[in-house]
């Protein structure tokens, strides 16, 4: 019989070999999800022997991991701001990029807002965070598919944010009822399709496509974002974008014509340029 620290290493080793990033921590917390078992929880049972029905648990997962299956789609969840959000192939899995996109939303806003809306929102895991961090305000959340807006409505009963955040069917304006918001914010699709042919076998082959690329080198989505917003917020409302690195030039174009009185670029933690902030001038 083997145990559970050999089991780890065969799990390393054959990670490794499959040319997985991390494969020890891969290992680690496949085994312990299969196994239910917390991380420090498995290091405690290094030396206990694994059963036949424990291994059956396990190899399904290690196979799945090999192929270069998103480890967060196999356990079926991952942190955002310390929220546990439920993720499968209907939605992309968060990254930290966005959660340094709410971290800056949150920062640049001088008074708590009492109303935020945030376009194509996935599983859920912008409009949760900001609902979790506002407990005064109105979340407004949208997505054009479907399968994507049951998914978050189930991260808002899975969080306990259902009673604080209402979910729409719309395409990004279009099907949303008249309202202003003193936030507006976004991660909308900004790949091109071929920079989709550079990103990893993994986030390629199985995190959704409609999610990641959009037309017009990957702006197609942004002018249409930025052309319907102005009407949806508030005097002196923010507006925040996450975005791709060669897209502020134009994204900044669209901005000034849409009638938007300041806006900057910012970078993420890597010194990309990630985000965009606008705000919309305040009327006299």
Wanted: proline share 6%; charged share 25%; aromatic share 6%.
């Amino acid at each position: 019989m083997l145990t559970v620290l050999e089991i780890l290493k065969k799990t390393t080793e054959f990670f490794a070999g499959k040319g997985i990033g991390s494969p020890r921590l891969n290992a680690e917390l496949l085994v312990g999800h299969a196994l239910g078992l917390k991380r420090m929880q498995l290091y405690l049972q290094f030396e206990r022997p694994l059963e036949e029905r424990e291994l059956e648990l396990i190899r399904p997962l290690v196979r799945r991991r090999g192929r270069h299956e998103p480890l967060q789609y196999i356990v079926g969840e991952t942190d955002f701001r310390g929220l546990s959000i439920k993720v499968d192939p209907r939605v992309l899995i968060p990254r930290p990029e966005t959660e340094q996109l709410v971290e800056l939303a949150i920062q640049s806003l001088a008074t708590p807002p009492s109303a935020v809306l945030d376009l194509g929102t996935g599983s859920g895991a912008i409009a949760l965070a900001l609902a979790q961090h506002f407990p005064s305000a109105r979340v407004t959340a949208t997505d054009r598919d479907s399968s994507a807006l049951a998914l978050a409505r189930e991260n808002a009963v899975r969080t306990g944010l259902d009673n604080r955040i209402s979910f729409t069917e719309a395409n990004w304006f279009e099907g949303l009822a008249p309202a202003t918001f003193d936030l507006i914010i976004s991660n909308p699709p900004y790949l091109s399709a071929d920079e989709l042919k550079l990103i990893p076998e993994e986030v390629r082959a199985f995190e959704p496509g409609h999610a990641l690329v959009a037309a017009d080198n990957g702006l197609a989505d942004f002018v249409r974002i930025i052309a319907a917003a102005p009407p949806f917020l508030a005097n002196d409302g923010l507006f925040v974008l996450e975005t791709g690195e060669e897209q502020h030039e134009r994204i900044f174009a669209e901005l000034r014509a849409a009638g938007f009185a300041s806006m900057e670029g910012r970078q993420d933690l890597a010194g990309r340029s990630r985000f965009v902030v606008a705000r919309r001038e305040s009327k006299s």
